[in-house]
Nanobody
Framework: QVQLLESGGGSVQAGGSLRLSCTAS?????????MGWFRQVPGKEREGVAI???????NYGDPVKGRFTISRDNARNTVYLQMNSLKPEDTDMYYC??????????????????????WGQGTQVTVSS
């Protein structure tokens, strides 16, 4: 069973930086599969932030382009999210995600044409003005 464990959230002032990490267990980084990050506040739809496949192809959500950078260590099954120039509107629970083409239902989210259905427990990011 795949498990995703995030770390690195916290509180920062606007303009600051944070780096999130997520390590997958029971998961093999092969076949150009994607891992990445989503974010969500209660009552809102989960939003794609950034994803990256094993070949290095990346996609970002418009709100974070130019500020966030995703990277991945396939040998360690770990994905990172470097968040710079943070804004108060970046305050959210951030979730690590792994691609699952067969997912369906409310726990499955689509981003840049890929389906994600495996989730970490989430890590809170709070940006104060």
């Amino acid at each position: 069973q795949v498990q995703l464990l995030e770390s690195g959230g916290g509180s920062v002032q606007a303009g600051g930086s944070l780096r999130l990490s997520c390590t997958a267990s029971g998961y093999t980084s092969t076949g150009n599969n994607y891992m990445g990050w989503f974010r969500q506040v209660p009552g809102k739809e989960r939003e794609g932030v950034a994803i990256m496949n094993t070949s290095g192809v990346v996609n970002y959500g418009d709100p974070v382009k130019g500020r966030f950078t995703i990277s991945r260590d396939n040998a360690r099954n770990t994905v990172y999210l470097q968040m710079n120039s943070l804004k108060p509107e970046d305050t959210d629970m951030y979730y690590c995600a792994a691609e699952n083409s067969y997912c369906s239902g409310g726990n499955c989210y689509r981003f840049w044409g890929r389906y994600f259905g495996v989730w970490g427990q989430g890590t809170q990011v709070t940006v104060s003005s």
